[in-house]
């Protein structure tokens, strides 16, 4: 499988307040490289503030970047101008979270589907022909099209969301928490949807989400952040099945299971306290207050990410 | 067998809206056993929350409750019904015999006051403490209980200068203070990440083990009702669907809204290739399905189901369904 997309260390600074002359910077993605091939998932994992999604907008140049480049079908989307640009804001899309927002209340659901195909110029024939196919094609009818957003459950929403994604034919779907907002009986519709459209047209995603059970399901590879840095990366049946990094662990370890069997017999590995305030990172590997096998190296050399087996990358001194 | 220490029977809690009467708990009953974790689950706007609400009337205009008694097992052992008791009597059982502690640890704090002061607000109503040094160090006392981090420093600390697990244990802290019996949780973790929802479970467990509490934890989450509790009850529409003891529930679910629920949820400890989706929405409760309100979207329906709503049936020892499945015919 040939990348699609190729992160190459990328970092994202924000500044905040600070003292005079004197700047300070939250260092949201400090120093990130990773792969996606083209028709994979790749999950993306982390606590609150780990950079999950600031890395997804650098991913769509919704943010420019401190330093770093990001190629899309080999070429650094930072440099992209006028059509060039144009042509990969068509190709490369996201699904928002929460679908209550994201949808424009004084517009039609025929008109929130056309407007990208506007903005875009693209020539589809009989628009509604066009929208009518798309609604099908994510499970709503023609009985939906003139309706308003308000009439619709988060479910529905959400597949107008991605509907509308999907009317500009893209090839890369970032799709940010797009279940948390819903019920558990309507968020399996919904993976199950956005599962089937990506073996249909061969689309390539970015799955972030905070719930563990789900990027497993949905994921060919996963991508575990913290603190602005990928800890470990790899196959997501062997993340799950033999985690290395003591972070993801402890985070597999700690999922709710929904087998009181199983939790029982489970092995917790609990982590103290929460994650560090990303503007005075902790030196070293910035998971070492935190981590139980924390050693005197670990505090003051960061652990390079390196490849422990094939395909398999960690960020840890306990495996070099 | 312990003795319930609550008794829910028939309760009804209807919001009178512009747009109809919203059945949002129609007719649920329960009991809660001293010294257990019950659980409520089900999905969004079932009445999971409004039911845990009513058991101290805590229900604002247009909600109204409409029928039923809450009976409360008080320290002397009788059961006093609480829907029956005067607005006063009513504040003080809330917080000293009935505590809660609501999703969002940031909206429960006062931004304008201190940790410190929240616990001495609380005490002081009840007469738990009589003067604000007394509040300081019993506050300190409880967030040690609590296992924050510097108590000392934590009580002069606002809410903005706490993150959010530790917003949740001051929280839990400040619902501790007057020594209640029973605790609710109201989807105590959602807010918070998996490594920092691990420790708030866990303390939870602690201190329910430590006080000899009765909990009552709200939630959506499957994974969290086989990590916390004893029995569970399903909720469906403002309908109770099933109720039981936790193992039996995920071993052998009886009512086809609980088994569809367990098959839609994935597992993290295994492969799955493929969810078995719910199809449909849950239903509007301002005109819900007649019958058993779970029949549109139930793979089983009869005739009986779109007609008539089914009573509670004991299938095998204290695992009760309310579907006509089960009923003898």
Known sequence: ?320 | MPEPIVIVEDLKVYFYTYAGVVRAVDGVSFEIYEGETFCIVGETGCGKSVTSRALTKLIDPPGRIAGGKVLFKDRSGRYINMLELDEETLREMRGKEIAYIFQDPAAALDPLYTIGYHFIETMRDHGTIRSNKEGIERAIELLREVAMPAPEVRVKNYPHELSGGMKQRAVIGIGLSNMPRLLIADEPTSYLDVSVQAQILELLRQLKEKRGLTLLMITHDMGVVAEMCDRVAVLYAGHLAEIGPVDRIFMNPLHPYTQALLRAVPNPTRRMLKLEPIPGNVPNLASPPPGCRFHPRCPYAMDICKRERPKMIEVEERHRVACWLYAKR
């Open chain 1, 1 to 320: 499988m040939p990348a699609l997309i190729q992160v190459e260390n990328l970092k994202k600074y924000f500044p905040v307040g600070g003292k005079l002359l004197v700047k300070q910077w939250v260092k949201a993605v400090d120093g990130v490289s990773f792969e996606i091939y083209e028709g994979e998932t790749l999950g993306l994992v982390g606590e609150s503030g780990c950079g999950k999604s600031t890395t997804a907008r650098l991913l769509l140049r919704l943010e420019e970047p401190t330093d770093g480049k990001v190629l899309f079908e080999g070429k650094n989307i930072y440099k992209l101008r006028g059509r060039e640009l144009k042509e990969f804001r068509r190709k490369a899309n996201i699904v928002f979270q929460d679908p209550y927002t994201s949808l424009d209340p004084r517009m039609t659901v025929f008109d929130i589907i056309m407007e990208p195909i506007r903005v875009h110029k693209i020539d589809v024939g009989d628009p509604e022909q066009y929208v009518l196919k798309l609604l099908y094609e994510v499970g709503l009818n023609e009985s939906h099209m003139y309706r308003y957003p308000h009439e619709f459950s988060g479910g529905q929403r959400q597949r107008i969301a991605i509907a509308r994604v999907l009317a500009l034919r893209p090839k890369f779907i970032v799709l940010d928490e797009p279940t948390s907002a819903l019920d558990v009986s309507v968020q399996a519709q919904i993976l199950n949807l956005l599962k089937d459209l990506q073996k249909k047209y061969n689309l390539t995603y970015l799955f972030i989400s905070h719930n563990l059970a789900v990027v497993r399901y949905m994921s060919h590879r996963i991508a575990v952040m913290y603190l602005g840095k990928i800890v470990e990366i790899g196959d997501a049946e062997e993340i799950f099945e033999s985690p290395l990094h003591p972070y993801t662990r402890a985070l597999i370890s700690l999922i709710p299971v929904p087998d009181p069997f199983q939790a029982r017999k489970r092995k917790k590995l609990m982590i103290q306290g929460e994650p560090p305030n990303p503007i005075n990172p902790p030196p070293g590997c910035r998971f070492h207050p935190r981590c139980p096998f924390a050693k005197d190296r670990c505090k003051k050399e960061e652990p390079k990410l390196i490849e422990y087996s094939k395909g398999h990358y960690v960020a840890c001194w306990l495996y070099s």
